[in-house]
């Protein structure tokens, strides 16, 4: 009897489990239709049939889409944007020599006591906007969560004056 149970619980495959697997989905299931080596990388075997290796395919005209050389030219980047980019740059270097010590942000209201953060001081302001005219959020800014309230709200009173602009077209 004991090799009986042994004999179906071997020969019969398990559906897989967890988060990704197929479980008791059903027929309509992803888990549906015969997978393994004989079905192929593309799916069931009845599905499409073997895909041929990537060398060989086709890499024609879509249709769907404009070659890259129709695409205008990038408008050229503003001094706040090539800043930026050095900056994201410099982050990639640092990032790739693990270990090295990352300089902690520091808000510059808390470092500076004597800053004020006033809708009228819009040079202060425009150092927490976007070039696009958005509010830059803490995590790039460094600002602390304290200090970022009061800020987002003289930003807004400031674009209700035409101090400041809602959009990059009101520059």
Not at 27 to 37: C, N, R
Not at 87 to 107: E, H, I, L, N, Y
């Amino acid at each position: 009897m004991s090799d009986e149970t042994n004999e179906t619980t071997e020969s019969a495959p398990k559906p897989p489990s967890g988060p990704r697997g197929g479980g008791d989905r059903g027929p309509s299931g992803p888990a549906a239709g015969p997978s393994g080596p004989a079905a192929g990388p593309s799916g069931p075997a009845g599905d499409r049939g073997p895909r041929p290796p990537r060398d060989d395919r086709d890499r024609g005209d879509r249709g769907d889409r404009p070659d890259r050389g129709d695409r205008p030219p990038r408008a050229p980047l503003t001094v706040k944007g090539r800043l930026r980019a050095a900056a994201r740059k410099k982050a990639r270097k640092q990032a790739k020599r693990k270990g090295m010590f990352q300089r902690r942000k520091v808000c510059r209201f808390c470092a500076d006591k004597n800053v004020t953060i006033s809708y009228k001081d819009v040079k202060t302001l425009r150092l927490f906007i976007t070039e696009t005219g958005k509010m830059t959020p803490r995590r790039i800014s460094g600002t602390c969560a304290k200090h970022q309230r009061p800020l987002a709200l003289e930003i807004k009173r400031a674009r209700q004056l035409a101090m400041l602009p809602y959009a990059p077209s009101h520059f």
